[in-house]
């Protein structure tokens, strides 16, 4: 993503943020029509649910959502780099790391708000995000 394309995601004044299992990319669409000015973000997808499952299912988007967040799930740097090429891919403007989800079955998997606990780990995961 260009340092253009970064400085635009970051003087918009709305964010959406959905809730696991309770958003995705329709009711990202209809977001979009209530809002043309915010910034839109994917449920919270793992990492192994990108690099094993049924990719265009979980990252797919209309392009009328731009500009639109991946937020991804893990603490694996490369399934993180791997996921972040495959988001560049599908035209992602940005890719956010989720650290704040508090679900039980979240933190199972050692990503969410349980990596407030391991700062090291967070911030080597942002930085090969960074690389990508």
Known sequence: MSCSAKKQLMIHKLSVAPMLDWTNKHCRYLHRLISPDAVLYSEMITTPAILQGDTN????????????????????????????????????????????????????????????????????????????
């Open 57 to 132: 299912k979980y990252i797919g988007f209309n392009k009328e959502e731009h500009p639109v967040v991946l937020q991804l799930g893990g603490s694996d740097v490369n399934d993180l780099m791997k996921s972040c090429q495959i988001a560049e891919s599908f035209g992602y403007d940005a890719v956010n790391l989720n650290v704040g989800c508090p679900s039980a079955r979240v933190q199972k998997g050692r990503f969410g708000a349980c990596l407030m606990n391991e700062p090291d780990l967070v911030a080597t995961c942002v930085e090969a995000i960074k690389k990508q």
